[in-house]
Nanobody, 122 residues
């Protein structure tokens, strides 16, 4: 699976952005999708995940209620709607796939997009 993330940019605190991740491959609906982020000097962390069918989702505590993950299997795409952005949300955001079940460890994900930078100014 090849992934292409887009939608990052510069936004003021309190603003919104929508990230998109386009995937290649004919079995997209069989993959768990995750959005990770990595800030300078910090480890890569799972922000949100969604099951292949879209029926199950996971959110990190720091983004719950502000971010929403969704997917469109017909378009082989996954999205991350980010609202009420804070300066601490500044990071490079990556989409990634794995085959079985939602998981938080990045080492368990098989394919990665190139990352898209989100910068939130105060």
């Amino acid at each position: 699976v090849q992934l292409q993330a887009s939608g990052g940019g510069l936004v003021h605190a309190g603003g919104s952005l929508r990230l998109s991740c386009a995937a290649s491959g004919r079995t997209f609906n069989s993959y768990v999708m995750g959005w990770f982020r990595q800030a300078p000097g910090k480890e890569r962390e799972l922000v949100a995940g969604i099951s292949g069918s879209g029926s199950s989702t996971y959110y990190a505590g720091s983004v719950g209620g502000r971010f929403a993950i969704s997917r469109d299997n017909a378009k082989s795409a996954v999205y991350l709607q980010m609202n009420s952005l804070k300066p601490e949300d500044t990071a490079v955001y990556y989409c990634a796939t794995r085959v079985r079940g939602l998981a938080s460890s990045p080492v368990t994900y098989d394919s990665w997009g190139q990352g898209t930078l989100v910068t939130v100014s105060s």
